[in-house]
Structures are given as C-alpha cells and as structure tokens.
Nanobody
Framework: QVQLVESGGGLVLPGGSLRLSCAAS????????MGWFRQAPGKERVFVAA????????YYADSVNGRFTMSRDNAKNTVYLQMNNLKPEDTAVYYC????????????????????WGQGTQVTVSS
C-alpha cells in the first residue's frame, strides 16, 4: 500500500486551467500505475486518466481527452494532472489512485484495479 495526498484544487473560471498534484509516500512508487478519478455530487466516481509505471503510456476518458494531460515524476514520487480549458461539467472531487501492476506499460481503467486512494481535492469550475 502507498499513501497518497492530492493538492491543487480550487475555484476556476470556465476556460481556465488548474494543475493537480498527488504526492506518494514510500520507496516503491515506480511499481504503481497511477490514475485520476472524479466524482460529481450525486453521481458515480468515474475514470479520468491513467499513466503507466514509468510514464511511457497514458490514457484519457473521452470527456477530457485533448484538454487534460497526466504526467509523473518518479524521482519526486509525484503524479500530476494538468487541466486546461476547464468546463463547468468538470466540477467534481478529484481522486488520485494507485494500482500495483507488474507490467511497465499497463494502464488500469477500472475502479477495482486500484488499491490505494487519496482523500480527494475539490475542483469547481464556475463563473
């Protein structure tokens, strides 16, 4: 298990940008594929983006593809989500998650594949 702490959420105008960070503890960060999920009020938690163990592969939900970019810095035990051209429908609590996978290029997309979760950070897009 790895401990995860998200930061960087806040209030932003439509069309604006935010960069979320997720800091992980432990010495085995590079063993984990990482993901971002989000949950809007009254809705299910949904997949947003994922990145492989060494950052060589990424995958995005259709709703954010072309606007969001996920990256990681294994030397800093940190994963990022750069969010551009934000829309009101992006408003949600954003969660960082880790999946302990064997393959260097594995990209988990399901809730059940992630075993560690951060506490979440609120992103509100509103005028």
């Amino acid at each position: 298990q790895v401990q995860l702490v998200e930061s960087g959420g806040g209030l932003v105008l439509p069309g604006g940008s935010l960069r979320l960070s997720c800091a992980a503890s432990g010495r085995t960060f590079s063993n984990y594929a990482m993901g971002w999920f989000r949950q809007a009020p009254g809705k299910e938690r949904v997949f947003v983006a994922a990145i492989s163990r060494r950052g060589g592969s990424t995958y995005y939900a259709d709703s954010v593809n072309g606007r969001f970019t996920m990256s990681r810095d294994n030397a800093k035990n940190t994963v990022y989500l750069q969010m551009n051209n934000l829309k009101p429908e992006d408003t949600a609590v954003y969660y960082c998650a880790a999946a302990n996978v064997l393959g260097y290029y594995d990209i988990p997309r399901l809730h059940s594949e992630y075993t560690s979760w951060g506490q979440g950070t609120q992103v509100t897009v509103s005028s």
